[in-house]
């Protein structure tokens, strides 16, 4: 059970849903910790082949608990509990990691750390209420729980910079026209549009395309011929599974394929 959060699975499609409608989702230590949670079941359910995270009550995130981050720190020093700022990081890398396709479903604000968490989803899906604040530098500080390093691969450096150096708020079709987001619905769409592509990646190989993932997500750095090794490697995992004998059977036999996520 949790407290601060819902996790529902529709067939194959796993919801992790916010739920602290009353400060806007904002992430605070106990919610992060579940959230944590939440996301290691998430993982470890076969049966859930991708998963949507959003927010109830009309908002994404407000990022994170400004009001108990205050009152983290000792005395002059306003820098709150450690353990508070790692879990935070660890939950926006969890995202990133998580090992099956991710669709952040954005109505309403996403805001400095809840932003991050969207961005480190494999795709954000909006409506036409959403609207996007790099908090940071309005308050005097640097972006981070990893938003420097997703933005720019999101977003494209110019753009990541303009973002984050102005704290400007964007308007859904701004952040789609800066790539900010992947598709913006009308708000009465949005959960059917959102869920009908989730259930298309969940319908899909899901090892070929978890490895698919690991490989996009760590190709930046490496040289072609490292590259190609990772992708040789990432081949000797996916050619012994059902999902790539049904693949070639079905492409044999001229029909769609039935894959099964194993």
Same mark, same amino acid.
Request: glycine fraction near 10%.
């Given at each position: 059970?949790?407290?601060?959060?819902? =996790?529902?699975?529709?067939?194959?499609?796993?919801?992790?849903?916010?739920?602290?409608?009353?400060?806007?989702?904002? =992430?605070?230590?106990?919610?992060?910790?579940?959230?944590? %949670?939440?996301?290691?079941?998430?993982?470890? !359910?076969?049966?859930?082949?991708?998963?949507?995270?959003?927010?109830?009550?009309?908002?994404? @995130?407000?990022?994170?608990?400004?009001?108990?981050?205050?009152?983290?720190?000792?005395?002059?020093?306003?820098?709150? !509990?450690?353990?508070?700022?790692?879990?935070?990081?660890? /939950?926006?890398?969890?995202?990133?990691?998580?090992?099956?396709?991710?669709?952040?479903?954005?109505?309403?604000?996403?805001?400095?750390?809840?932003? !991050?968490?969207?961005?480190?989803?494999?795709?954000?899906?909006?409506?036409?209420?959403?609207?996007?604040?790099?908090?940071?530098?309005?308050?005097?500080?640097?972006?981070?729980?990893?938003?420097?390093?997703?933005?720019? %691969?999101?977003?494209? /450096?110019?753009?990541?910079?303009?973002?984050?150096?102005?704290? !400007? /708020?964007?308007?859904?079709?701004?952040?789609?026209?800066?790539?900010?987001?992947?598709?913006?619905?009308? %708000?009465?769409?949005?959960?059917?549009?959102?869920?009908?592509?989730?259930?298309?990646?969940?319908?899909?190989?899901?090892?070929?395309?978890?490895?698919?993932?690991?490989?996009?997500? @760590?190709?930046?750095? %490496? @040289?072609?011929?490292?590259?190609?090794?990772?992708?040789?490697?990432?081949?000797?995992?996916?050619?012994?599974?059902?999902?790539?004998?049904?693949?070639?059977?079905?492409?044999?036999?001229?029909?769609?394929?039935?894959?099964?996520?194993?």
């Amino acid at each position: 059970m949790y407290k601060y959060l819902e =996790l529902e699975r529709h067939g194959a499609v796993g919801v992790i849903a916010l739920n602290r409608p009353e400060v806007r989702n904002a =992430l605070g230590m106990g919610m992060t910790i579940e959230l944590r %949670r939440a996301l290691r079941e998430a993982a470890a !359910d076969a049966a859930m082949r991708a998963l949507v995270m959003t927010g109830r009550g009309g908002a994404f @995130s407000a990022g994170a608990d400004v009001k108990e981050w205050a009152g983290k720190g000792q005395g002059d020093n306003p820098w709150p !509990d450690m353990n508070w700022v790692e879990e935070s990081l660890k /939950l926006v890398q969890q995202v990133h990691d998580m090992p099956k396709p991710t669709i952040a479903m954005i109505d309403g604000a996403a805001v400095g750390a809840g932003l !991050d968490m969207a961005l480190a989803c494999d795709f954000r899906y909006a409506s036409d209420k959403a609207k996007f604040i790099c908090s940071y530098t309005n308050v005097g500080y640097n972006p981070d729980c990893g938003g420097t390093w997703l933005m720019p %691969r999101v977003m494209g /450096l110019e753009a990541a910079k303009r973002f984050a150096f102005t704290g !400007d /708020l964007w308007l859904a079709e701004e952040a789609l026209a800066n790539r900010l987001v992947s598709h913006v619905s009308p %708000r009465e769409r949005l959960w059917e549009d959102t869920l009908a592509f989730a259930q298309k990646l969940a319908s899909g190989p899901t090892v070929a395309i978890a490895q698919a993932k690991r490989l996009l997500n @760590s190709a930046h750095g %490496r @040289s072609l011929s490292d590259q190609q090794l990772e992708e040789l490697a990432a081949g000797k995992i996916c050619a012994v599974t059902k999902d790539h004998a049904e693949g070639l059977a079905a492409a044999n036999e001229r029909r769609a394929p039935r894959f099964v996520g194993a």
